[in-house]
């Protein structure tokens, strides 16, 4: 076979279901899919109409940002060091009220992939207003997302209307599917404090019409708990449950105060969890039990939140900090090893959404979303475990060339795709003060 494209002379960190780690290994591929992997050690390289020397780094799967607010790349900075509930209706909802419109969530948006794409994240999951903006913007910078229209019972950017909040976000499955292979559609419910249970019930049941993945905040915070508990007498984690809202296409963000019914709940639901680290810690809201999560065997992706919580959107970075704070919030070197966090942040994460069939990690038949890793660097030498360096060693600045379905999107640490001068100085000319 004569491939379209093969990349050759790097370690190739598979994430397949054995873990492959190839040293001196190629990937071939043809059209937008891997056809072939394997080691050129002994053996003469397959033919291919383009070759790609990875120059001795590291060849894995692009990363999958399980959460974010694009948009909200206009705000990064704006309101730091501030609780929940202060930054979000002191600060946040007031700005986004101000400054979201079609314009300027494309423009924020079209920031945030080029970060995301310079940093190594192929596919992120995104929950926003003004969705339609957002999906332009990924289109337009190449990479792959599943993207959902924000739900929630106040006058949102785009649906000044509350009771039109669910026709709002069934349009927008329904204008957005099929659009292109790269873009997935789907719902996002704010969070139980801000959506009534009529809204909950109505929000999933469409998701469940159309076929999407139904996306909400869920027990971020100890006072959400005291909340929901004071108004229905169970836990956040129960009252979805109770609504019906949680099922192998439910994709719930945070769960940071849940206990063992909750996971218990979670866990025979079939529903998968978003683990945020950073801003979960930057806005103290607490550690969620990814370990137990993990263990009860559900499904878990890593995700950055949006850049006015976190402030990056970095997933090397939230890999790294992941799996130092289990470890010593467990007091165990032991939790969460780097195996298992960069399977969060690649095939647990495309799981999660239920993309591990084309996504995630590098096997024949999946889509050709692949990073190159410039290990020539002093902080990534010596190399002694590929897998370990990714999570504890690299951080995004180190990802030399991007492949999104097979199109090299990064290229020697630039974007193909989009200007980046434009893309920022459009920013700053939407700037909040």
């Known amino acids: 076979m004569t491939f379209d494209l093969l ?177 997935h559609p789907s719902i996002f419910c704010h969070s139980p404090y801000t959506c009534s249970k009529h809204t909950l019930k109505k929000a999933k049941e469409a998701a469940i019409r159309l076929g999407v993945l139904f996306q909400i905040h869920l027990a971020e915070t100890r006072g959400e708990v005291e909340q929901i508990q004071a108004e229905h007498q169970v836990s956040p984690t129960r009252y979805l449950s109770d609504l019906g809202l949680l099922d192998q296409n439910t994709l719930l963000i945070h769960a940071v105060w849940v206990d063992e019914n909750d996971i218990e709940l ?33 499904p878990v992706g890593l995700g950055t939140d949006g850049c006015a919580s976190n402030n990056d959107l970095d997933l090397f970075r939230e890999m790294d900090m992941t799996a130092k704070l289990h470890k010593v919030h467990a007091m165990d070197p032991t939790v969460l090893d780097a195996k298992t966090v960069l399977k969060m942040a690649t095939i647990n994460g495309a799981k999660a959404l239920g993309l591990d069939h084309e996504i995630g990690s590098m096997e024949p038949g999946k889509q050709a979303d692949i990073l190159i890793i410039d290990t020539r660097k002093p902080h990534l030498t010596p190399l002694y475990h590929p897998v370990s360096h990714l999570v504890y060693a690299a951080s995004g600045s180190d990802v030399r060339h991007v492949f999104v379905a097979g199109k090299r999107i990064v290229k020697d640490y630039t974007l193909t795709t989009l200007d980046l001068d434009e893309v920022m100085d459009g920013i700053k000319k939407m700037v909040v003060m």
């Not at 050690?41 to 033919?47: D, F, I, S, T």
């Not at 957002?134 to 792959?144: C, F, H, K, N, P």
């Not at 945020?276 to 559900?298: C, D, H, R, W, Y």
Request: glycine share 10%.
């Open 7 to 183: 990349i050759h002379n790097g370690t190739l960190v598979t994430v397949n279901p054995d873990f492959e780690i190839i040293e001196n290994g190629f990937v071939g591929i043809n059209d937008r899919l891997i056809m072939a992997l394997g080691s050129a050690r002994n053996q003469k390289l397959p033919e291919a109409r383009k070759t790609m020397d990875a120059m001795g780094g590291i060849i894995m799967p692009g990363l999958v940002n399980t959460h974010t607010h694009l948009p909200m790349t206009l705000f990064r900075g704006l309101a730091d060091d501030l609780p929940l509930m202060d930054w979000l209706n002191n600060h946040i909802f007031p700005a986004e009220a101000k400054r979201i419109n079609p314009a300027s969530a494309k423009a924020g948006a079209l920031l945030g992939c080029a970060e995301m794409l310079l940093s190594g994240t192929t596919t992120c999951c995104d929950g926003y207003f003004h969705e339609d903006s957002v999906t332009q913007a990924i289109l337009e910078s190449g990479m792959r997302g599943v993207a959902g229209q924000g739900v929630i019972d106040f006058p949102a950017p785009g649906v000044p209307d509350p009771s039109e909040n669910i026709q709002a976000a069934t349009d927008f499955v329904l204008k957005t599917k099929g659009v292109s292979g790269r873009l």
């Open 266 to 298: 979670i866990k025979k639901s079939q529903a998968s969890i978003s683990v945020n680290t950073q801003s979960n810690m930057k806005l103290a809201s607490g550690i969620a039990p990814v370990a137990k999560f993990l263990e009860a065997g559900i």
